[in-house]
Each structure stands twice: as structure tokens, then as C-alpha cells.
């Protein structure tokens, strides 16, 4: 038996939370409902104009793998922090929650990462990320122990963003395949796809044995006008995918064909994180035996929490939530 069901390899973010009218994303130079790479001063900039604010851990990647850790799952997490307070408090929040974290701290160099997130009125998130420590993963932060013993190696595709990170992912996968285990990719961003389409269709089809992507991800990864046309593309060459649709729920493609399941019900306050505590649910329940439907149901549930308040990562035990309300 492995020791870890997931490890998570992502951006170590800190995220400071906002609510701004859509007046403020034109001002600022946003495109709604992205995420948008910027540096130390444009970072600055944005937060000296930002409303009061709130200040949590978060990064997609380590979203999830506190989504796992909070339905009682066993997940490892590596990522990049400097050693300063804010890299203290996203070492402190990650594992007070249950999570492996042991990645070393940056001592040079550029500080902890932060997303400035705008949620404007309709419950969008828009994101200003300073890439800073997290952007210096490199080779020799992965841990390939660590790898060899979890089930799933799940990597969100922001990783891509620097050629340091992208050569120590790669470099996960391939322990991961060597020990007999299974690689998972989150497309995380539409914009992000659209950065890197041609390296994520090559993983996608040649690398990737369990997808996660959006409706509108997998639209700009096979360049389609529509989800059935874009899953029609997938369709040969995934393993398993599992692609969510906001209000209409998710899909899940595998070989043996195709499972839908509807949205679990929730009142949407701010929907960032949902992808990845979808991630979390889906991974957790697939690395626990579970349907592909009860799977997708998990990653339903787990969203449907995360984006019922303001912030990225459970407020409720999700282990217990699961049992009440899907009785799983």
C-alpha cells in the first residue's frame, strides 16, 4: 500500500481575497475571470487599491491537496515558499490541515508567492498572480521517494509558466510511471492553455493517464466551438478525464465510456477553488475505490462547499459532509 493516495505539485501561493465592482477589473487592466501573471510593482499597485481584504493559503495544487486531506485522505504536497511570514503561514496551514509539506524554504531571492483575487458581484475571481519563491521550484525539490510512494502524482498546468518548474514536473512523471503509478493533470486556465496548447495536447494524449479540465479549457485545448466537439478530439486518446461544466454538472470519459453526473447543489459566493477541490473529491475517491460516478459526485460536493464562501480551501470537514450528504 502507498504511503500518500495523492502527492499535489503547484504554485505555493498565498491568496488575498477582495470584492471589487466590475469598474475596478477596467481600471486595473483585468480580463475577467483569468488569471494573469504580473510582477512585484503591478502586484503592489492592484493591492494598494484593493478594498479591505482577506488573507489565506492557497495555490491550486495545494488547494487540493487540503481538499483531500479534509475528506480524510492521505495527500503530500510540494512547493516553493521563501522563508519569510507569509512562506510561516502557508507552511503552518497546510500541514495544521493534514497535509506532508516538506519542501525547503527558499532563503534568497524573491519573497512568497501571492494572487491579488478580485471576486466581483457575480461570484467570478480574476487574478493577479506574483509568481515570486514558489516561480524557483526546480529538480532538486522533488523528492523522488515521495513520488514512488503515492497513487496518484496530480500537477496543476500553471507549472508550465517556468522552465525550471516545467523540468521538475517532467521529472515527477517519469518517477511516477517508472514506480507503476498514475500522473494527473489539471489544465487549471483557459488563458493558460492558450499559452501552451501544443506541450499540453502532447501530455494529454502521450503522458497523462487522468485528466481535469473545464468546459471552457478543453474547448481552447482542441481549439472546438463546442464541449461535445472538443470531447469527441479527447475521446481517443484519453485514459480518464474528468470534465466539469459549472452548473450542468461534470463528465467523466474512460475507456469504458461515459458517466454524467449533475451539479451538487450550492449557493455560489465566490467560485474560486472550485476546480480544485472538484480535483480533490474526484482523486480521493478514485484513489479510494470509489464508482467513476461517486467520484465525480465527491468532486461535486467538494466544490459545491468551496465556492459557498470566500476563500479557496474547506471551512467544514469535508469527510463528514461526504457522509451525510452522499453517504459516502
Known amino acids: 500500500m502507498s504511503d500518500f493516495q495523492v502527492?499535489?505539485?503547484?504554485?505555493?501561493?498565498?491568496d488575498i481575497f477582495a470584492r471589487v465592482e466590475e469598474d475596478f477589473l477596467t481600471e486595473h487592466e483585468r480580463i475577467k475571470g483569468s488569471m494573469m501573471l504580473v510582477d512585484a510593482e503591478t502586484s503592489a499597485r492592484i493591492y494598494d487599491g484593493m478594498p479591505p481584504?482577506?488573507?489565506?493559503?492557497?495555490?491550486?495544487?495545494?488547494?487540493?491537496?487540503a481538499g483531500i486531506a479534509s475528506l480524510g485522505g492521505k495527500a503530500a504536497y510540494m512547493g516553493k515558499v521563501h522563508a519569510d511570514q507569509l512562506g510561516t503561514v502557508f507552511r503552518h496551514d497546510i500541514r495544521a490541515?493534514?497535509?506532508?509539506y516538506e519542501t525547503e524554504a527558499a532563503t534568497e531571492g524573491a519573497p512568497t508567492a501571492t494572487s491579488m483575487i478580485l471576486v466581483t458581484p457575480d461570484a467570478q475571481r480574476t487574478m493577479s498572480t506574483f509568481l515570486g519563491a514558489c516561480g524557483e521550484l526546480a529538480l532538486s525539490d522533488i523528492d523522488e521517494g515521495i513520488v514512488a510512494r503515492a497513487d496518484v502524482t496530480y500537477i496543476e498546468g500553471y507549472m508550465w509558466d517556468r522552465d525550471n518548474q516545467k523540468e521538475?514536473?517532467?521529472?515527477?512523471?517519469?518517477?511516477?510511471?517508472?514506480?507503476?503509478?498514475?500522473?494527473?493533470?489539471?489544465?487549471?486556465?483557459?488563458?493558460?492553455?492558450?499559452?501552451?496548447?501544443?506541450?499540453?495536447?502532447?501530455?494529454?494524449?502521450?503522458?497523462?493517464?487522468?485528466?481535469?479540465?473545464?468546459?471552457?479549457?478543453?474547448?481552447?485545448?482542441?481549439?472546438?466551438?463546442?464541449?461535445?466537439?472538443?470531447?469527441?478530439?479527447?475521446?481517443?486518446?484519453?485514459?480518464?478525464?474528468?470534465?466539469?461544466?459549472?452548473?450542468?454538472?461534470s463528465v467523466v470519459i474512460s475507456k469504458d465510456g461515459e458517466?454524467?453526473?449533475?451539479?451538487?447543489?450550492?449557493?455560489v459566493v465566490d467560485?474560486?477553488?472550485?476546480?480544485?477541490?472538484?480535483a480533490a473529491g474526484f482523486l480521493f475517491g478514485y484513489t479510494s475505490g470509489k464508482s467513476l460516478e461517486d467520484c465525480a459526485?465527491?468532486?461535486?460536493?467538494a466544490a459545491a462547499e468551496v465556492i459557498s464562501h470566500l476563500g479557496a480551501r474547506p471551512e467544514v470537514n469535508l469527510k463528514k459532509l461526504a457522509a451525510s450528504e452522499l453517504g459516502l
Do not use: Q, W
Open 297 to 301: 459526485r465527491l468532486g461535486g460536493l
Open 97 to 100: 490541515i493534514g497535509v506532508h
Open 271 to 278: 467560485t474560486t477553488g472550485a476546480g480544485d477541490l472538484y
Open 53 to 65: 481584504a482577506v488573507e489565506r493559503s492557497g495555490g491550486s495544487a495545494g488547494n487540493t491537496a
Open 168 to 249: 521538475a514536473v517532467l521529472k515527477a512523471m517519469d518517477v511516477a510511471h517508472e514506480n507503476g503509478k498514475l500522473v494527473s493533470l489539471s489544465l487549471s486556465d483557459s488563458f493558460c492553455v492558450d499559452r501552451f496548447r501544443s506541450e499540453f495536447v502532447d501530455l494529454v494524449e502521450g503522458r497523462v493517464d487522468i485528466l481535469f479540465a473545464n468546459e471552457s479549457e478543453i474547448i481552447s485545448l482542441y481549439e472546438t466551438d463546442t464541449f461535445e466537439e472538443a470531447v469527441e478530439r479527447l475521446r481517443p486518446h484519453v485514459k480518464l478525464a474528468a470534465l466539469t461544466r459549472s452548473e450542468k454538472g
Open 259 to 267: 458517466v454524467s453526473v449533475p451539479a451538487h447543489p450550492a449557493s
Open 7 to 14: 502527492l499535489c505539485i503547484g504554485n505555493a501561493i498565498v
